[in-house]
């Protein structure tokens, strides 16, 4: 209880930095060396996850061990092959929570990837994709699940759910990232590796980001269409995502057994080696 108490303090400490650290560089560093958002945003990321996260490490290194703390252990190609289905048809469930709340809550996340106009693809896909994949699952799947090991794996999900889906900051993620998060403890601890979240999560993203993409290069701005929808017309939209979600959830539950098969078949092979 007390290591997951400390990763939780962890986690509340690093909300703090994003809200302090990209305003002190917006004072200093970017007033002197202009960039893009990209940058901006690859480098904050870097400041507020990375920086901490080593520094937690060493910190507590006595009492962590790193090989299972952040699990990097290699998946075979058919589960790579899972992961990345796996990765595409959850999306129609993300998109399903974040109608709903869009119907209480204001769609924050639209505004900001609409900052993202003009700005090539490659570095986009690195900032919205490749260093969440990477950063937040090190930290989130990572540090807070080992630390909070003991409390059990269904409350170690839910409680890694809670956080992963506060370190989004608005209500508009937070309920999707919730149920997410919860997903990925379960596919960690299936597959004992920290990729196969690391795959997921950037599968996710990267479609956002070519989406995102498609949208700009026809010269739509996503927000304004948005705000013009009606609620009977957000409604109808709920109504058909989550006709493509009960398609899509016998094909997701179907892969996760096949996850399972393969992964604990991979476990005795390996036990039977040693």
């Known amino acids: ?40 945003d690859i480098v904050v990321k870097l400041c507020i996850l990375v920086l901490p996260c080593l520094a937690y490490i060493y910190i507590y290194r006595s009492v962590i061990n790193i090989k299972e703390c952040f699990k990097f252990n290699n998946i075979s190609l058919i589960q790579i092959v899972i992961l990345v289905l796996i990765g595409f048809l959850i999306q129609p469930f993300a ?32 900032s919205m994709a490749v260093m969440p994949a990477l950063m937040e699952e090190a930290m989130m799947r990572g540090i807070v699940l080992y630390e909070s090991r003991d409390l059990g794996i269904k409350i170690a999900a839910i409680l890694n759910g809670i956080l992963f889906g506060i370190i989004h900051r608005n209500f508009s993620q937070f309920f999707y990232a919730f149920v997410f998060g919860i997903i990925f403890v379960y596919i960690v601890k299936i597959t004992n590796s920290l990729y ?23 010269k739509i701005i996503i927000s304004s269409e948005i705000t013009n929808i009606s609620l009977l017309q957000k409604i ?17 539950s179907y892969l996760f057994k096949k996850l399972v098969y393969i992964s604990e078949n991979k476990k005795r092979l390996n036990n039977q080696i040693v």
């Open 1 to 40: 209880m007390k290591r997951a108490i400390r990763a939780t303090f962890f986690i509340l400490f690093i909300i703090a930095l994003f809200y302090t650290v990209p305003v002190f560089l917006n004072n200093t560093l970017w007033t002197k060396v202009p960039v893009n958002i990209a940058v901006e």
């Open 196 to 218: 196969s979240t690391m795959i997921i999560h950037f599968i996710i993203n990267a479609t956002q980001v070519v989406i995102m993409k498609i949208f700009t290069t026809q």
């Open 236 to 252: 109808s939209g709920i109504g058909f995502i989550a006709i493509i979600c009960i398609i899509c959830l016998p094909i997701i």
């Open 95 to 126: 998109m399903l929570i974040s109608s709903i709340t869009s119907i209480l809550f204001e769609n924050k996340v639209i505004d900001y990837m609409n900052a993202y106009e003009g700005i090539p693809f490659w570095l986009t896909l690195v």
